[in-house]
């Protein structure tokens, strides 16, 4: 395969600016034509689907071509000697770029595949013989089609990028253009043309993932709703088949990738799902059972249980009844131990312990705050959520029989992962489930452990939850309805009242969902 045809970059000090511009525009190189596909729309017998990341059906179609892209078009020619090429793309009208990552064999080697979409319901798979290859004309065509408001989002590591229509909050009256790009877990995105303004959702973190179909002009259409910390996002394609690509990528990327803590599926404080969905799950039905965590729950119903959260924990949901208290303690211990590296990390493991040769309280509370700091920023959330669930089990130990001291003896193999158990370990647990006020520097001032029962008190719509002297009635009522998957649509108005200690109606209160 020769290489583009372009000047060397590292001397790009002797070209005047037009000409940079100019020896982009210009590329000859070999490349394998895989497959050209055609999306027939106007019989039901006729539709084609054409399945993301499969290329076993195309290997028999595959081709070498001579390919050049100048002046906006990318023409495929026989051979390097033809005049007349065998097809041409106008790269202004891509709608989406696509590139894999991983390399695909064919019977000649390695191939580097990329797809590009046209708006006609038109794919062409090509691929490079290289990686270096593929990522030099992925960079050049994705440059012909994004506009120059927008060229941030090519500097990424995308593995998809082109132009999808949304809504958000500040246009929910009508579809219009934006600008897309999908780097690892981030989907970013330029929304405001005339301001260049790039933005980004952090999909691991989305509240809210849901595929709906709506008509429009007579026809149906596949819309994907993203809801991340209150922002919500509306987007569909031009075409089911970029739709398709869009959806399977941003779905994949918001999924569990591996056991590192941060791969996980998050929450909005950046707390894997997994591990709230336990603490609420306890807080609600097991703060006054007797020894929570020392039951020991079914092996075959905990790995189930975990399976099912890392097929996807946002859309998973425990339930009374049917999920056991002792198999979703079994969960929150199983997957601590099972991360990739201990949330307290293996690498602090001695300065945790030395900090006990401190002995004024206070200034080995001091310590233990500062390697908390230093903790990657999910190792941080996720270490407080758990000491400050710990601290409330303790709050209750009049009742369950879990002390600090106790839970310090379940949780300190977990939290370190270590096999065995060291009473040095053991009580620097301890000392942060006591300290817990201090260490994470928690204002006492008003949070409180509340009762809320959703439409009817009854055992089954009661939530316990904690709330902050700064929460408002609104956020209050948003967290329930998360909590329960109570999914509000548009005009819902939901009620919230303050009941005093005779029962009677406090404070009224009233927030209107509109999504």
Request: net charge negative; charged share 25%; hydrophobic share 40%.
């Given at each position: 395969?020769?290489?583009?045809?372009?000047?060397?970059?590292?001397?790009?000090?002797?070209?005047?600016?037009?000409?940079?511009?100019?020896?982009?525009?210009?590329?000859?190189?070999?490349?394998?034509?895989?497959?050209?596909?055609?999306?027939?729309?106007?019989?039901?017998?006729?539709?084609?689907?054409?399945?993301?990341?499969?290329?076993?059906?195309?290997?028999?179609?595959?081709?070498?071509?001579?390919?050049?892209?100048?002046?906006?078009?990318?023409?495929?020619?026989?051979?390097?000697?033809?005049?007349?090429?065998?097809?041409?793309?106008?790269?202004?009208?891509?709608?989406?770029?696509?590139?894999?990552?991983?390399?695909?064999?064919?019977?000649?080697?390695?191939?580097?595949?990329?797809?590009?979409?046209?708006?006609?319901?038109?794919?062409?798979?090509?691929?490079?013989?290289?990686?270096?290859?593929?990522?030099?004309?992925?960079?050049?065509?994705?440059?012909?089609?994004?506009?120059?408001?927008?060229?941030?989002?090519?500097?990424?590591?995308?593995?998809?990028?082109?132009?999808?229509?949304?809504?958000?909050?500040?246009?929910?009256?009508?579809?219009?253009?934006?600008?897309?790009?999908?780097?690892?877990?981030?989907?970013?995105?330029?929304?405001?043309?005339?301001?260049?303004?790039?933005?980004?959702?952090?999909?691991?973190?989305?509240?809210?993932?849901?595929?709906?179909?709506?008509?429009?002009?007579?026809?149906?259409?596949?819309?994907?709703?993203?809801?991340?910390?209150?922002?919500?996002?509306?987007?569909?394609?031009?075409?089911?088949?970029?739709?398709?690509?869009?959806?399977?990528?941003?779905?994949?990327?918001?999924?569990?990738?591996?056991?590192?803590?941060?791969?996980?599926?998050?929450?909005?404080?950046?707390?894997?799902?997994?591990?709230?969905?336990?603490?609420?799950?306890?807080?609600?039905?097991?703060?006054?059972?007797?020894?929570?965590?020392?039951?020991?729950?079914?092996?075959?119903?905990?790995?189930?249980?975990?399976?099912?959260?890392?097929?996807?924990?946002?859309?998973?949901?425990?339930?009374?009844?049917?999920?056991?208290?002792?198999?979703?303690?079994?969960?929150?211990?199983?997957?601590?131990?099972?991360?990739?590296?201990?949330?307290?990390?293996?690498?602090?493991?001695?300065?945790?312990?030395?900090?006990?040769?401190?002995?004024?309280?206070?200034?080995?509370?001091?310590?233990?705050?500062?390697?908390?700091?230093?903790?990657?920023?999910?190792?941080?959330?996720?270490?407080?959520?758990?000491?400050?669930?710990?601290?409330?089990?303790?709050?209750?130990?009049?009742?369950?029989?879990?002390?600090?001291?106790?839970?310090?003896?379940?949780?300190?193999?977990?939290?370190?992962?270590?096999?065995?158990?060291?009473?040095?370990?053991?009580?620097?647990?301890?000392?942060?489930?006591?300290?817990y006020v201090e260490i994470f520097e928690v204002s006492q001032a008003g949070d409180l452990l509340i009762e809320v029962y959703v439409e009817r008190k009854e055992p089954d719509c009661s939530i316990i939850i904690r709330i902050s002297p700064v929460m408002e009635a609104e956020e209050l009522t948003n967290d329930i309805l998360a909590i329960k998957n109570i999914i509000p649509t548009k005009g819902d108005i939901w009620a919230t009242f303050e009941v005093i200690?005779?029962?009677?109606?406090?404070?009224?209160?009233?927030?209107?969902?509109?999504?």
């Amino acid at each position: 395969m020769l290489d583009p045809v372009i000047p060397s970059l590292g001397n790009l000090g002797q070209y005047p600016i037009s000409d940079y511009h100019l020896f982009l525009m210009t590329w000859k190189t070999f490349l394998c034509l895989l497959f050209i596909f055609w999306h027939f729309s106007t019989s039901s017998a006729q539709k084609r689907r054409l399945p993301l990341c499969s290329w076993t059906f195309v290997v028999a179609e595959t081709s070498k071509k001579w390919c050049v892209l100048e002046g906006g078009f990318l023409s495929y020619y026989e051979n390097d000697k033809s005049t007349t090429p065998n097809g041409t793309i106008n790269i202004s009208e891509v709608i989406c770029l696509a590139i894999h990552k991983e390399d695909f064999y064919l019977n000649t080697g390695p191939v580097f595949i990329f797809e590009i979409y046209l708006p006609s319901e038109r794919v062409f798979l090509f691929g490079a013989e290289t990686s270096e290859a593929q990522r030099k004309w992925t960079e050049t065509i994705a440059k012909h089609f994004v506009p120059f408001v927008a060229e941030n989002l090519t500097e990424a590591d995308y593995d998809l990028i082109g132009q999808l229509f949304y809504k958000d909050c500040h246009t929910l009256d009508q579809w219009r253009k934006g600008w897309f790009a999908m780097d690892k877990s981030s989907l970013r995105f330029c929304l405001q043309m005339q301001e260049a303004q790039e933005d980004r959702m952090h999909l691991r973190r989305l509240q809210e993932l849901t595929i709906s179909t709506v008509v429009q002009n007579g026809e149906k259409l596949d819309v994907l709703l993203l809801v991340e910390k209150g922002r919500t996002l509306y987007i569909h394609g031009h075409t089911k088949l970029d739709f398709t690509v869009w959806h399977t990528a941003i779905e994949k990327a918001a999924g569990t990738d591996g056991n590192a803590l941060q791969d996980q599926q998050l929450s909005k404080n950046d707390v894997p799902i997994i591990v709230n969905s336990c603490i609420a799950f306890v807080t609600q039905y097991g703060l006054g059972c007797k020894y929570i965590y020392q039951k020991n729950g079914d092996p075959l119903h905990i790995s189930e249980l975990l399976e099912s959260f890392k097929k996807d924990a946002r859309s998973f949901k425990l339930r009374a009844g049917k999920h056991q208290l002792e198999d979703v303690t079994g969960v929150l211990k199983r997957f601590l131990c099972d991360i990739d590296d201990a949330l307290l990390t293996k690498e602090l493991y001695p300065y945790w312990i030395s900090a006990l040769d401190t002995q004024e309280d206070k200034e080995r509370t001091k310590k233990y705050g500062a390697f908390i700091r230093t903790l990657p920023g999910v190792n941080r959330a996720t270490l407080a959520a758990i000491i400050e669930h710990l601290y409330r089990v303790q709050k209750c130990s009049e009742i369950n029989h879990m002390n600090a001291h106790n839970l310090a003896l379940v949780f300190s193999s977990c939290l370190f992962q270590t096999k065995g158990q060291t009473s040095e370990e053991v009580n620097v647990i301890e000392d942060l489930i006591n300290n817990y006020v201090e260490i994470f520097e928690v204002s006492q001032a008003g949070d409180l452990l509340i009762e809320v029962y959703v439409e009817r008190k009854e055992p089954d719509c009661s939530i316990i939850i904690r709330i902050s002297p700064v929460m408002e009635a609104e956020e209050l009522t948003n967290d329930i309805l998360a909590i329960k998957n109570i999914i509000p649509t548009k005009g819902d108005i939901w009620a919230t009242f303050e009941v005093i200690e005779n029962e009677e109606l406090g404070k009224f209160f009233m927030t209107g969902i509109l999504q």
